[in-house]
């Protein structure tokens, strides 16, 4: 369990309840929408609103606690902020898998950015497609 009192010091963030199980909640479940991680929250605290909730993320991916991942025509999931890594992104049931970023694509990074004199200060990359699971599902 990573250290959210000190996540949160550290991005200057006041250190709340609400905060601290939407963190926990996050780590304990991966990538989530707002609303399934208000469906956990209240289970825990059945007084929070989902104003609060939205509130909470929206303020914390601003100060890079969590990353907003967009998913194309759905909601858009939640994660902890942590090392770069490609979003793999199933356009069909929604599902969110990381994967470490590759070498080569830091070297494709660095090379356009270079390129354009651009200091790269963090990168997310989402890769669009169907899952294996998906693609199973609809197989003859």
């Known amino acids: 369990m990573r250290d959210y009192v ?74 902890l902020a942590k090392m770069d890594h490609i979003h793999l992104v199933c356009t069909e049931c929604g599902d969110v898998a990381d994967k470490p970023c590759m070498d080569e694509a830091g070297k494709v990074f660095l090379a356009l950015t270079d390129a354009e004199r651009f200091v790269l200060n963090k990168r997310q990359v989402n890769l669009y497609g169907v899952c294996a699971s998906c693609q199973e599902a609809v197989a003859p």
């Open 6 to 79: 000190g996540l949160l010091k550290e991005n200057g963030l006041k250190v709340t309840f609400q905060r601290m199980n939407i963190l926990e909640t996050i780590e304990k479940n991966g990538h989530m929408s707002v609303e399934d991680i208000y469906d956990e929250v209240i289970k825990v605290h059945p007084s929070i609103s989902l104003a609060t909730i939205y509130k909470n993320i929206i303020l914390m991916v601003e100060k890079a606690v969590l990353v907003e991942v967009p998913i194309s025509g759905r909601k858009p999931k939640y994660e």
